[in-house]
């Protein structure tokens, strides 16, 4: 019989469970409506599905391409041309969802000490990934239209190995518009930053607000790692099929963690993925409309919610919820619940999300008017302040 009495964590491990603020998950009880989980509640789009069934049945069940399918990685580069540059199947990593592809290049750049800076509130998994790779995390607060504070950033960034960030954003529903992109660019010049463009929500992006990818922006060419997942657009979260494009020599030290901690990817997953990229272009379009009345119905209902404050989401499925009463993130997101609607603390996304909650409507209308009241009734009787 093994004794573990002197058993310990590998202090990597350690430090993750000191710091992270990601908690982890449970399905809503009973009665509960969910307002926490930034998953599509449509089903994947039937040609995506019978893909891969055909793949299946084409005995597609062997190991791939440790990259990702040829095809696919030519569709992607494809996809990704035009005002972004030239690229080629070869410059594609085939990965695990977005998550691995964000962890294959923290883990092939960033070493013991190493500074990352976030924009925050930002991501969690961001933060998580730095510290398990040795890194420190260099949060650089957003300012008050949660927009990159870019004289803090100008501070921030001297020295840093990367700056990672979503576009649009979660959890603020923020778009990061082309000034602000070629500004980051113009604070990078002469430097060896790398750039992690996480724009996993690139066609959520509401009226009003012009959306533009890193890989377009001038200044940032040739430091830019674009991280992308077919979860979000298509519906497809638990297919976890995501990819990265970049710099030769990031993209080549990417593909070597990945394979060491993924392996190949699910073939028949992959052949679901080309048919999502050879869909025609309004076939996500119920979706992306369904998502834009969500939103216009946010606005709406809690527009003038007592004890709440927010600014109308850009971009994304999500609102970044914020509050002036004396209480904790924590303990509003454990009241909420108590009250029948979960949402996330604020304090998941970084130290500034503090007073803050996120919530998203990814959620079918009826439920989503449901948690709002919730919600709304909640905010009056503990978040306004009398």
Not at 38 to 51: L, W
Not at 205 to 222: C, D, N, T
Request: glycine share 10%; aromatic share 8%; with cysteine.
């Amino acid at each position: 019989m093994t004794d573990l009495e002197h058993w310990t964590l590998a202090p990597r491990i350690r430090e993750l469970r000191r710091r992270s603020t990601r908690p982890a998950l449970a399905p809503a009880r009973p009665g509960v409506v969910s307002l926490a989980m930034g998953e599509p509640d449509f089903p994947t789009p039937p040609g995506i599905v019978e893909a891969a069934v055909r793949a299946l049945r084409d005995g597609h069940t062997h190991y791939a391409d440790q990259n990702g399918l040829p095809e696919l990685r030519e569709a992607i580069a494809e996809s990704l041309c035009g005002d972004t540059g030239r690229w080629s199947a070869a410059d594609v990593l085939v990965t695990h969802g977005a998550t691995a592809a964000l962890s294959a290049v923290v883990f092939a750049v960033v070493g013991p000490g190493d500074r990352v800076v976030v924009p925050e509130p930002a991501y969690s998994l961001y933060a998580d990934l730095v510290t398990l790779a040795g890194g420190v995390v260099d949060f650089v607060p957003l300012d008050e239209s949660l927009h990159w504070d870019l004289g803090r950033l100008a501070e921030a960034l001297p020295g840093a190995k990367m700056v990672i960030f979503s576009n649009p954003a979660n959890p603020t529903g923020v778009v990061h518009g082309e000034q602000e992109l070629t500004e980051l660019g113009r604070l990078l010049d002469g430097t060896d930053t790398l750039v992690v463009a996480d724009e996993a929500y690139h066609r959520l992006v509401y009226p009003g607000y012009a959306f533009r990818s890193a890989l377009e922006i001038e200044s940032l060419r040739g430091r830019t790692v674009y991280v992308q997942t077919f979860s979000k657009t298509y519906a497809m979260t638990g297919w976890r099929v995501g990819f990265l494009v970049g710099p030769a020599q990031v993209v080549s030290a990417a593909a070597h963690a990945h394979r060491s901690g993924n392996g190949s990817m699910n073939t028949a997953a992959q052949h679901a993925a080309l048919a999502a990229l050879r869909l025609p272009p309004d076939a996500i379009q119920p979706m992306l409309d369904a998502y834009r009345a969500r939103r216009d119905l946010v606005v709406k209902e809690l527009a003038e919610a007592p004890g709440l404050r927010f600014s109308p989401p850009e971009g994304a499925f999500y609102a970044f919820l914020g509050y002036d009463a004396e209480l904790s993130a924590a303990q509003v997101t454990a009241e909420l619940a108590e009250h029948g609607v979960m949402v996330r603390a604020g304090t998941e996304y970084g130290p500034t999300g503090e007073g803050h909650v996120r919530i998203s409507f990814a959620t079918a209308e009826a439920e989503l008017l449901t948690g709002l009241d919730r919600l709304r009734a909640y905010a009056g009787e503990r978040l306004q302040i009398r």
